[in-house]
């Protein structure tokens, strides 16, 4: 079985930082392309950034600038350097990635999510 599990969330006021984390587990063979998305209350789930297995990144255009992706592929992991936050940033943020079980073909697997408000 292979779980994802998220961390990083919390409080923080306009202007601040946070890093999210978000680590892999269980019978892994691989793992492709690692993502964050976010989710407000009333608004639909979108894709915050991506990053490859060689590390080629992406953002959206509302967070391009202000919010980094990175990996380690060694640790099975994903990170989400957040700057610069903005109370339009406030949602729950959700890991994903394309994995490869020991025994089975690639398939997306999710995260339960983290809170991340920004409020004065």
């Known amino acids: 079985q292979v779980q994802l599990v998220e961390s990083g969330g919390g409080l923080v006021q306009p202007g601040g930082s946070l890093r999210l984390s978000c680590a892999a587990s269980?019978?892994?063979?691989?793992?492709?392309?690692m993502n964050w998305y976010r989710q407000a209350p009333g608004k639909q789930r979108s894709l915050v950034a991506a990053i490859t297995s060689d590390g080629r990144a992406s953002y959206s255009d509302s967070v391009k600038g202000r919010f980094t992706i990175s990996r380690d592929n060694f640790k099975n992991a994903v990170y989400l350097q957040m700057n610069s936050l903005k109370p339009e940033d406030t949602a729950v943020y959700y890991c994903?990635?394309?994995?490869?079980?020991?025994?089975?073909?690639?398939?997306?697997?999710w995260g339960q999510g983290t809170q991340v408000t920004v409020s004065s």
């Open positions: 269980g019978s892994i063979f691989s793992i492709r392309t």
């Open positions: 994903s990635a394309v994995i490869e079980a020991t025994m089975g073909g690639p398939r997306h697997y």
